[in-house]
């Protein structure tokens, strides 16, 4: 079953903080976070195993809220360079013999 | 080079066509992916490959699609008798090891059905 991105777009000035969530009505395994520009591949920013932790690089982090089966992507005063489509996909198997499902896509326009 | 490379880029396909899509993962790495892509949508599992042996082919859309890895390397997606919904840009994606682990996409093959 399809993870459920939100928002679906979001429009931000240089600097801002932006959150993005994915939801799931199955319990995860894992959840990976992707960006992807247009025309181009999605790029790994990080991967969130079960057991609810919290990772983060750089101004980006993710959580993982295995209760809920949500993870939460967080971008801390957002660069130009932040802008494009975030992905999430979720392994729900754990067993290492499926691929991801991916979200929808949340749209992010950072404006200087 | 480093990444994972996919050919060709670009394809256009006359209905009914077969298509060849090639992609070359990382080397050393294990687990290979295929993933379809709509415009404006996430990728969408296709199928997975743990060295040579196919694990789930359960996103495949229909009998017209193939996927092989006979050596455990590279891989080939065969669309027989294309359609106008096969149009979406298909894409590779490689891991060292699976699950656990991150997976590096390549760009894609934007195959357009005419």
């Known amino acids: 079953q399809q993870p459920v991105q939100s928002p679906q777009a979001v429009i931000l000035r240089e600097g801002e903080d932006a959150v993005i969530n994915c939801s799931s009505s199955?319990?995860?395994?894992?959840v990976h976070w992707y960006r992807q520009k247009h025309g181009e591949a999605p790029v790994f920013l990080m991967i969130?195993?079960?057991?609810?932790e919290q990772k983060g690089h750089d101004k980006i982090s993710a959580s993982f809220n295995e209760k809920k089966q949500q993870s939460s992507l967080y971008l801390t005063a957002s660069q130009l360079s932040y802008s494009g489509t975030y992905f999430c996909?979720?392994?729900?198997?754990?067993?290492?013999?499926?691929?991801?499902?991916f979200g929808k896509g949340t749209h992010l326009i950072i404006q200087p | 080079g480093a990444g994972v490379s996919q050919s060709p880029r670009y394809k256009v396909a006359k209905r009914g066509q077969d298509v060849a899509l090639r992609c070359d993962p990382i080397?050393?790495?294990?687990?290979l992916f295929w993933y379809q892509q709509a415009l404006g949508q996430g990728p969408e599992f296709l199928t997975y490959?743990?060295?040579?042996?196919?694990?789930?082919k359960s996103g495949l859309p229909s009998d017209r699609f193939f996927a092989e890895r006979p050596e455990g390397s590279v891989s080939t997606l065969k669309i027989q008798r294309t359609q106008q919904e096969d149009s979406a840009v298909y894409l590779c994606?490689?891991?060292?090891?699976?699950?656990?682990?991150?997976?590096?996409f390549g760009q894609g093959t934007r195959l357009t059905v005419v």
């Open positions: 994606a490689s891991s060292l090891r699976w699950p656990n682990t991150e997976a590096f």
């Open positions: 199955k319990a995860l395994y894992s």
């Open positions: 969130l195993l079960k057991g609810g």
């Open positions: 996909g979720t392994e729900i198997g754990g067993g290492g013999a499926d691929g991801l499902t």
């Open positions: 080397s050393g790495h294990v687990s």
């Open positions: 490959f743990q060295n040579e042996a196919q694990l789930d």
